[in-house]
Each structure stands twice: as C-alpha cells, then as structure tokens.
Antibody, heavy 118, light 108 residues
Framework: QVHLVESGGGLVKPGGSLRLSCEAS????????MSWIRQAPGKGLEWISY????????FYADSVKGRFTVSRDNAKNSLYLQMNSLRVEDTAIYYC???????????WGQGTLVTVSS | SYDLTQPTSVSVSPGQTARITCSGD??????GNWYQQKAGQAPVLVIY???KRPSGIPERFSGSNSGTRVTLTISGVQAEDEADYYC???????????FGGGTKLTVL
C-alpha cells in the first residue's frame, strides 16, 4: 500500500518558522523525485518545490525561493520542508507527492495545514 | 511563465458525458495531466501524459490533447464523480510547473 503521511503543520506567527515532514512507505522512495504542493483555503493548487531522488538538486517557485528549503533522508524514507520567514499568504494545506517523470504527481499525501496568523 | 485556463464550473446529469477543457500555449509542447479532488480530500491523479489512465481509475475517465487544449472526458458520469478537477503541465526540465485554476464538476 503506497502511503505518504505529512506532519508538522500548525499555527505560527508571521515571521516564524516551521518544519514539515513527509514519511513514505509502500514504494521505492529513494527512486522518486519528490515535490511539495500547497493549497490555500478555498483556492487552487500551487507547486512550490521539488528535490531530485538523490537530494542533490532542488527547485523552488518564486513565491517561496529564499525562504523555504526542501531536503530528504532516503534512509528514513522521509521528505522535509523547512519554512522560514513565514507570511500570512503561506497559509495553506501542504501536500507531499512523488514527481513522476518530472511531469505528473502521484501519489499524494493527505496534507498538513499550516496557518500563519498573529 | 504561462497559464492554464479552465472553466470555473461544469454541470451534467448522471449518465451524461462531462467534458472539462484546459487551454494554454505550452500544451502543444508539453503533456497535460488531470487531478480529481473531492471535498476535504487530497488530489488524485486521473489522467497523465494527455491520455494515460493510472491503474485503479475507472475507464469512464479519458483524456485528449488537440494542440493548445487538453480535455478530460468523463463518460457516463456518476454522482461520485462530483469534485474539483485540475489540469497541470510542466516544462521539460520539470522546474516550471503550472496548475489550471480548477473546474467544479456538479452532478445534477
């Protein structure tokens, strides 16, 4: 059974930091490019980053570049997102997903909610 | 950057065919992918590489690409198909990813 489980979301003040985790099981995590995608309340999907299978290459959307850092630990089948200098507009559900063929996303985790508010 | 444009909503009666379009200048050169998102749930891939269906997705879901437009077709719509549907594409480096704004499918 393929499974992705995100954790680490919560309420944080503007300017604060948060670290999200995503634990994978049921598939070859170390072979998978991984991505983070977010969805603001009532809004559409926004891709924010991906990391190569080895962890040597990362890309970010302009909206988070310089503030967010993606990393992975293949020995622990885990993906991370370090979020610094958080803004109100970063409030969203954050999903982790495998970036198949550097083209489509499958499977997806259930998401973790990040709320940035004073 | 570039955009993908979807209709905000589509309504069909059970048993009818629903067609959801997605337009964008990049689509002649890039594959279109489709995701279904039911209320309160994570997205699920239903079509990839324009017209490929993942295992476990019903045969009533199909996709096509006609240049600057990709289309998701749901034949014989069922009540359980009511959801938001998003198209998505990526450039050949994978570093430029775009989602359409989403289409709410209502089954009357």
């Amino acid at each position: 059974q393929v499974h992705l489980v995100e954790s680490g979301g919560g309420l944080v003040k503007p300017g604060g930091s948060l670290r999200l985790s995503c634990e994978a099981s049921g598939f070859a995590f170390s072979d998978c490019y991984m991505s983070w995608i977010r969805q603001a309340p009532g809004k559409g999907l926004e891709w924010i980053s991906y990391i190569s299978s080895s962890g040597s290459t990362m890309f970010y959307a302009d909206s988070v570049k310089g503030r967010f850092t993606v990393s992975r630990d293949n020995a622990k089948n885990s993906l991370y997102l370090q979020m610094n200098s958080l803004r109100v507009e970063d409030t969203a559900i954050y999903y982790c997903t495998c970036y198949m063929g550097l083209n489509w996303f499958d499977p997806w985790g259930q998401g973790t909610l990040v709320t940035v508010s004073s | 950057s570039y955009d993908l444009t979807q209709p905000t909503s589509v309504s069909v009666s059970p048993g009818q065919t629903a067609r959801i379009t997605c337009s964008g200048d990049a689509l002649p050169k890039q594959y279109g992918n489709w995701y279904q998102q039911k209320a309160g749930q994570a997205p699920v891939l239903v079509i990839y590489k324009d017209n490929k269906r993942p295992s476990g997705i019903p045969e009533r879901f199909s996709g096509s690409n006609s240049g600057t437009r990709v289309t998701l077709t749901i034949s014989g719509v069922q009540a359980e198909d009511e959801a938001d549907y998003y198209c998505q594409t990526a450039d050949n480096t994978g570093s430029s990813v775009v989602f359409g704004g989403g289409t709410k499918l209502t089954v009357l």
